[in-house]
């Protein structure tokens, strides 16, 4: 039982680190090309 309830500690952990790195990714990413992006926009429109 108590092996079980590591396990499931573990893998929530795991979920939840998994998703802050997603998201920070995510955020990362769209800091990085919403400049150019908008830039190219601007330049093309």
Known sequence: M?????QV???NKTTIAS???VAFF???IY???AP????K???SG
Do not use: G
């Not at 150019?36 to 830039?39: A, C, L």
């Open 2 to 6: 108590y092996i079980q309830v590591t």
């Open 9 to 11: 500690t573990t893998i």
């Open 19 to 21: 998703a802050i790195d």
């Open 26 to 28: 995510d955020f990362f």
């Open 31 to 33: 800091f990085l090309v």
């Open 36 to 39: 150019f992006s908008y830039k």
């Open 41 to 43: 926009s601007k330049d």
